[in-house]
């Protein structure tokens, strides 16, 4: 068996088989086959219990996408268009993530995953990115890919990763970095100027992206997380 890697979940209503409207732990299962095929083992982490409480038990870590985070956390009040937001998953995650951190697990947030990075070591968040950028290409409408290219930053661990040039990715985030929380370096962007990609400035593995790299065929980051472990 490969290192294990823990997912976080979502927590919605769904409906599946013969079950309609049912309040359900739920991942896209391209998390778990990108893993799978990087050569790890996924564990999936609802956010229920105290998952904080497992950090010990797991090789690596993936906080998933998802709602948006609480603007309480970092000093805001909510934006009319902030939605989805899930306090009981913000507790869990934020407890999860700093565990993780103390313990060195090799870590990789992919787009709320990254959000609750910047703002567990004290950075902020623009709510609404079409407000900044004044186009909505970064989330062209419910349940639709954009595909922006992203610029990585030369002789980040990422660069290394995906190489220096622009890459075309999977974007469906309204939200981004505002404020860059102390630690983390910026290690992409995107032509219109948003933080599309941090890493820690330690040198420890811990890598967040604004995509979503399970969503488009996108490996390496995956591979490079399993590597890590």
């Known amino acids: 068996m490969g290192p294990v890697i823990g997912i976080t979940s ?7 088989t013969v079950w309609q409207d049912t309040r359900a732990a739920l991942l896209p299962y391209t998390y778990v086959e990108r893993v799978v095929r990087a050569g790890g083992q996924p564990v999936l982490l609802p956010p229920a219990g105290s998952p904080a409480g497992l950090v010990g ?9 998802g709602g ?3 603007p309480a956390r970092y000093g805001a009040e ?26 060195g697990l090799p ?13 567990a070591l004290g950075g902020s968040l623009h709510q609404h990115l079409p407000d900044l950028v004044s186009h909505t290409d970064h989330c062209p409408g419910p349940g639709r890919f954009g595909h922006l290219p992203v610029t990585p930053v030369p002789g980040t ?13 999977a974007h469906y985030h309204h939200q981004a970095v505002d404020r860059l929380a102390p630690g983390l370096t910026v290690t992409a962007t995107a032509a219109d100027g ?36």
């Open 194 to 229: 948003t933080i599309e990609a941090v890493e820690s400035a330690s040198g420890a593995f811990t890598m967040a992206v604004q995509w979503h790299p399970e969503a488009a065929e996108e490996h390496a980051l995956f591979e490079a997380l399993v590597q890590a472990c």
């Open 68 to 70: 948006d985070i609480d």
């Open 78 to 103: 909510p934006h009319e268009r902030s939605g989805y937001v899930r306090k009981f998953r913000d507790e869990a995650e934020f407890a999860l993530l700093a565990a993780a951190l103390d313990a």
């Open 107 to 119: 870590f990789l947030g992919i787009c709320r995953g990254l959000q609750v990075l910047n703002v």
């Open 57 to 65: 038990r797991l090789d690596g870590l993936i906080l998933a996408g």
């Open 10 to 16: 979502y927590v919605e209503t769904a409906s599946f």
């Open 157 to 169: 661990r990422l660069a290394k990763v995906l190489g220096a040039e622009p890459v075309a990715v």
